[in-house]
């Protein structure tokens, strides 16, 4: 008798917890949002990260925001951000990465193919990435990314990329800790249905984020004497 009170409630606290968790992603994917109004859609305290999304007047695909308390220096950062060919180990969905044009210290143009959902074609991008350095005047180091969707001529099977477009902003709290801070949009093109779009629009920014995180701990970057082949402090 005893055995099957404790596999009811047991039974009973994992189909409400299901419930929840159900509810919790069908409000990820209404469009119900009140326009212009970050809505904080992920808080994981442990980890020191935090999720937004926003609906935006004419717009079908949110807008996203992250903050993220990294345990890391402006140096360690770098070189993650330098290391285009490993973005893939840690770049949400992302499948290949290659560096095409180094076009200066400050800025360059990479490529990246990103693995979409079975039944979909993937996507692929080509960035641009111009870096804003840090210095006396400036504390912090600002990065903007820019999709440029013609780039290169498109690559069937692949499906190019409208918008992948963000700015990020490194601001050192001390000598071990960075606030990291990312605000943008991406459009997949295709025939991508915007629901879909947004429901990865608030998880792509969270699973980066815990990417950095295990990037950073890595000594090929923490502990590296090698120079950065790209200004991010002045």
Known sequence: MFKKIIFACTFSSLLWSNVALAERNLDDLRDEIPANEWRLQKNDARHKIKVYVKNEDGKKIRSFKVEAILDTNIETLS????????????????????????????????????DAPYGTPDRDVIMRAVIEPMTAKRPYVQLKMNALPNFLPVKPPYVR??????????????????????EGFINPGGAAPSWAVNFIQGRGPYINMMGLRRMINLPQYNDSDAPIPYTFVE
């Open 161 to 182: 990329m409208e918008a992948e477009d963000y700015t990020a902003r490194w601001t050192p709290i001390n000598k071990s800790q960075v606030l990291l801070e990312a």
């Open 79 to 114: 070189r993650v951000q330098s290391d285009i060919d490993s973005y893939s180990r840690w770049y949400f969905a992302t499948l290949e990465s290659k560096l095409l044009q180094k076009v200066s210290d400050k800025e360059y143009i990479f490529y990246m193919v990103h």
